[in-house]
């Protein structure tokens, strides 16, 4: 059936250290989201692309990298440029129609720091 | 610059009666919103969306308002039942001059516990 995948469900981060985290998704959606979700916020954008081989940055971009070679592929790397990763990363997608802009997340990501 | 805002962090009722969950936004040029429903260690479901050229949407026991001369959204579920208690976010489709941004700029969250 089809879905958002996110793993692992969760991971540590040594100091200095860069972590990847994985998005797949089976929807056929052109657009994918990265977001940050932080104890009493909302969803912060991290990064986004509508397409294949392009990404734009959202609101807290620091600190993080990406990539979109693949339609189903939207791989989310920490760095150890990125002071704070403890959060609640989410992956969401969505499709390219601008009627309206319905995003559906997968189960998401803890990040703790060891 | 919080464009859409939930101002009260939390909210209690009894199982049966009616929940009220509010959304307030400062951008006049939004054109769509959205309400999303979070579980603890869970992605965000979407529940209820409405257009700017309408006031009111429902679906089932959940309705949403949108009074846009205020710059207010609600989100109304009657009856409440315990499986409702979660955290509810409501979103709004971003704009700029070019039009839709394609993003969903959200508010911080407001958790609804329902008594039994």
């Known amino acids: 059936d089809g879905g958002i995948t996110q793993s692992p469900k969760y991971l540590f981060r040594k100091e200095g250290q860069n972590v990847t985290l994985s998005c797949e998704q089976n929807?056929?959606?052109?657009?994918m989201y990265w977001y940050r979700q932080d104890p009493g916020q909302g969803l912060r954008l991290i990064y986004y692309?509508?397409?294949?081989?392009?990404?734009q940055k959202g609101d807290i971009a620091e600190g993080y990298s990406v990539s979109r070679e693949k339609k189903e592929s939207f791989p989310l790397t920490v760095t150890s440029a990125q002071k704070n990763p403890t959060a609640f990363y989410l992956c969401a997608s969505s499709s390219a129609s601008l009627a309206k802009n319905i995003q559906y997340f997968g189960a998401g990501t803890r990040l703790s720091v060891l | 610059d919080q464009q859409v805002k939930q101002n009260s962090p939390s909210l209690s009722v009894q199982e049966g009666r009616i929940s009220i969950l509010n959304c307030d936004y400062t951008n006049s040029m939004f054109d769509y919103f959205l309400w999303y429903k979070k579980y603890p260690a869970e992605g965000p479901t979407f529940l209820i969306s409405i257009s700017s050229i309408k006031d009111k949407n429902e679906d089932g026991r959940f309705t949403v308002f949108l009074n846009k001369s205020a710059k207010h959204l609600s989100l109304h579920i009657v009856p409440s039942q315990p499986g409702d208690s979660a955290v509810y976010f409501c979103?709004?489709?971003?704009?700029?001059?070019?039009?839709?941004?394609?993003?969903?700029?959200f508010g911080q969250g407001t958790t609804l516990q329902v008594k039994p």
């Open positions: 979103a709004a489709r971003g704009v700029d001059g070019s039009g839709n941004t394609g993003k969903l700029i």
């Open positions: 929807l056929n959606h052109d657009a």
């Open positions: 692309s509508q397409i294949v081989n392009d990404f």
